[in-house]
């Protein structure tokens, strides 16, 4: 998604019929009412008509701008139920109401009541008439204006909480997720900024790049969508949208169509991806720009993801196979670090472990054997039973790798120092360098035991060739309670299958 082609295209759409302009007179005359409604009857601004209502004292006013709060101008008078009726409105709407958008005109005919400079240096109004001087073309010129100050206004706030909208979703994206969690991500946030009612998926293209697809697979769905997970987006969308779909991705552009958006990603890798979000009740100008710039923050965060995790992967390459090297001095037991890494996470997902610390599981059981790259390579290689003195130098591994891990500040390094000095504890105290024992043994160096020992006796080494699967399974049975932690053991048999497949997927 890192390259955004900017240019939009838009779908024919019916024109809309845009909603009139509330205007509010309050004045305790009738005939004002009368006259000004008379006035004003054939008044248009922007395209739209006028919405004439009617209040007779301040308090029924109150009532209806409590009411409508897209009421754009109040005519109001100053008398009426009391002296200061209009001026105590003024207050009411700006600190009870809140109310900071409404233009206010005062319009009295009693000047002498309320001096234009008095009010306007203490109320927040927005123009004074005398009524005497209103006359029909003073009265249109003076609503253009106040009608024009209302626009604007609302159309910056508009802007504004848009905007924020858009910083508040562009920030949860940004925001660390693994990968297969963005599109999920992307989709609830575009909906959170479309409004309730509308649902968004996301499509996969297989074979980006080339002739138009002949499937569109939804990878992921929100909403009213999430039953279309899996399936051909084609098959399952109105004529219409398929159209759209088809469109953006042989366009290579956003389409924006009647009641739906479609939304075109290719990243750096070239793989592409279609956003479709439906069920869009209102669509506008300022709508669409900023359906632009949250399309155009996603896509440098998926750039970003997906530089991260390139970043990722190489480190993770040179983790394992340096960790594979340490053990032989070669690259035969990479795919062996993998596989602890891989059942470490497993174990720990079973054991309750939360998510977290399961992927640093994963990143760290790879380095138990780190501290070999310190054993000489005679007793490392050797074929043979180690005499007793060479199983002491041998032993020395696991202090050796916790130091070397130990000096990092860094959490994945923090955890697999641990697993180094605790791995080669038994869960009836036998084990070393310390002789721990039960939960004395850390829950990581308890768990990659289990795992590296079952990957081992599966694998062929210099001094011995890979065990039967059955013969791993007695003998990991034979040592529940001994030399592995019972719980543990008894995961690994539950989900039997699932560990001898991950072997499979990874062979040496």
């Given at each position: 998604?890192?390259?955004?082609?900017?240019?939009?295209e838009?779908?024919?759409?019916?024109?809309r019929?845009?909603?009139?302009?509330?205007?509010?007179?309050?004045?305790?005359e009738?005939?004002?009412?009368?006259?000004?409604r008379?006035?004003?009857?054939?008044?248009?601004?922007?395209?739209?008509?006028?919405?004439?209502?009617?209040?007779?004292?301040?308090?029924?006013?109150?009532k209806?701008?409590?009411?409508h709060d897209?009421i754009?101008?109040v005519?109001?008078?100053?008398?009426?139920?009391?002296?200061?009726?209009?001026?105590?409105?003024?207050?009411?709407?700006?600190?009870?109401?809140?109310?900071?958008?409404?233009?206010i005109?005062?319009?009295?005919?009693?000047?002498?009541q309320?001096?234009?400079?008095?009010?306007?240096?203490?109320?927040d109004?927005?123009d004074y008439?005398?009524?005497?001087?209103?006359?029909?073309?003073?009265?249109a010129?003076?609503?253009y204006?106040?009608?024009?100050?209302?626009?604007?206004?609302?159309?910056?706030?508009?802007n504004?909480?848009?905007?924020?909208?858009?910083?508040?979703?562009?920030?949860?994206?940004?925001?660390?997720?693994?990968?297969?969690?963005f599109?999920?991500?992307v989709?609830?946030?575009?909906?959170?900024?479309?409004g309730?009612?509308?649902?968004?998926?996301?499509c996969?293209?297989?074979?980006?790049?080339?002739?138009?697809?002949?499937h569109?697979?939804?990878?992921?769905?929100?909403?009213?969508?999430?039953?279309?997970?899996?399936?051909?987006?084609?098959?399952?969308?109105?004529?219409?949208?398929v159209?759209?779909?088809?469109?953006?991705?042989?366009?290579?552009?956003?389409v924006?169509?009647?009641?739906?958006?479609?939304?075109?990603?290719v990243?750096?890798n070239?793989?592409?991806?279609?956003?479709?979000v439906?069920?869009?009740?209102?669509?506008d100008e300022?709508?669409?720009?900023?359906?632009q710039?949250?399309?155009?923050?996603?896509?440098i965060?998926?750039?970003?993801?997906?530089l991260?995790q390139?970043?990722?992967?190489?480190?993770?390459?040179?983790?394992?196979?340096?960790?594979?090297?340490?053990?032989s001095?070669s690259?035969e037991?990479?795919?062996?670090?993998?596989?602890?890494?891989?059942?470490?996470?497993?174990?720990g997902?079973?054991?309750?472990?939360?998510?977290k610390?399961?992927?640093?599981?994963?990143?760290?059981?790879?380095l138990?054997d780190?501290?070999?790259?310190?054993?000489?390579?005679?007793?490392?290689?050797?074929?043979?039973v180690?005499?007793?003195?060479e199983?002491?130098?041998?032993?020395?591994?696991?202090?050796?790798?916790?130091?070397?891990?130990?000096?990092?500040r860094?959490?994945?390094f923090?955890?697999?120092?641990?697993?180094?000095?605790?791995?080669?504890?038994?869960?009836?105290?036998?084990?070393?360098?310390?002789?721990?024992?039960?939960?004395e043994?850390p829950?990581a160096?308890?768990?990659t035991?289990?795992?590296?020992?079952?990957?081992?006796?599966?694998?062929?080494?210099?001094?011995?060739?890979?065990?039967?699967?059955?013969?791993?399974?007695?003998?990991?049975?034979?040592?529940?309670?001994?030399?592995?932690?019972?719980?543990?053991?008894?995961?690994?048999?539950?989900?039997?299958?699932?560990?001898?497949?991950l072997?499979?997927?990874?062979?040496?």
């Amino acid at each position: 998604m890192g390259v955004l082609d900017d240019r939009l295209e838009f779908a024919a759409e019916p024109s809309r019929i845009l909603p009139p302009w509330k205007v509010l007179i309050v004045d305790d005359e009738p005939e004002v009412h009368n006259v000004t409604r008379l006035v004003l009857g054939n008044f248009r601004f922007a395209e739209r008509p006028l919405e004439l209502l009617s209040a007779y004292s301040s308090r029924d006013a109150e009532k209806l701008l409590r009411g409508h709060d897209d009421i754009a101008v109040v005519l109001l008078d100053v008398v009426m139920e009391s002296e200061q009726a209009g001026l105590n409105l003024v207050r009411a709407i700006r600190e009870r109401l809140h109310n900071q958008f409404v233009r206010i005109v005062l319009r009295t005919g009693q000047p002498g009541q309320a001096p234009e400079h008095e009010v306007i240096a203490s109320y927040d109004i927005n123009d004074y008439k005398e009524k005497t001087e209103l006359t029909a073309q003073k009265l249109a010129t003076t609503l253009y204006a106040a009608l024009r100050a209302y626009r604007d206004m609302r159309t910056i706030e508009t802007n504004r909480r848009g905007l924020e909208q858009v910083i508040r979703a562009s920030g949860e994206v940004f925001a660390h997720h693994p990968p297969q969690e963005f599109a999920s991500i992307v989709l609830t946030q575009l909906v959170n900024l479309i409004g309730t009612g509308s649902s968004a998926l996301c499509c996969r293209i297989s074979r980006p790049g080339a002739a138009l697809p002949e499937h569109f697979p939804v990878v992921a769905a929100d909403g009213s969508y999430r039953k279309m997970l899996g399936q051909h987006a084609e098959e399952q969308l109105p004529a219409d949208v398929v159209v759209s779909l088809r469109d953006s991705y042989q366009r290579r552009r956003h389409v924006f169509g009647e009641g739906h958006y479609v939304l075109h990603f290719v990243d750096s890798n070239a793989s592409e991806a279609l956003l479709y979000v439906g069920e869009v009740q209102e669509r506008d100008e300022l709508g669409d720009r900023l359906m632009q710039v949250f399309c155009s923050n996603v896509a440098i965060a998926f750039e970003n993801l997906h530089l991260n995790q390139e970043l990722l992967d190489s480190q993770l390459d040179m983790v394992y196979l340096l960790a594979g090297a340490a053990e032989s001095r070669s690259q035969e037991t990479a795919n062996h670090v993998r596989r602890v890494g891989l059942l470490a996470a497993l174990l720990g997902r079973l054991h309750g472990l939360d998510a977290k610390t399961c992927e640093l599981l994963n990143y760290a059981a790879p380095l138990h054997d780190i501290g070999k790259i310190g054993i000489p390579d005679a007793i490392l290689n050797k074929p043979g039973v180690h005499t007793l003195e060479e199983t002491e130098v041998m032993r020395t591994h696991a202090e050796l790798g916790a130091r070397l891990l130990g000096g990092s500040r860094r959490p994945v390094f923090r955890l697999a120092a641990d697993i180094a000095i605790s791995h080669h504890e038994n869960w009836d105290g036998s084990g070393y360098p310390r002789g721990l024992r039960g939960t004395e043994i850390p829950v990581a160096g308890r768990i990659t035991a289990l795992a590296d020992v079952f990957d081992a006796l599966g694998s062929r080494r210099c001094y011995k060739e890979a065990w039967p699967e059955a013969e791993i399974r007695a003998f990991i049975a034979d040592k529940r309670g001994s030399k592995f932690d019972p719980e543990m053991t008894d995961l690994l048999f539950a989900n039997w299958d699932e560990v001898v497949a991950l072997r499979h997927n990874l062979p040496d």
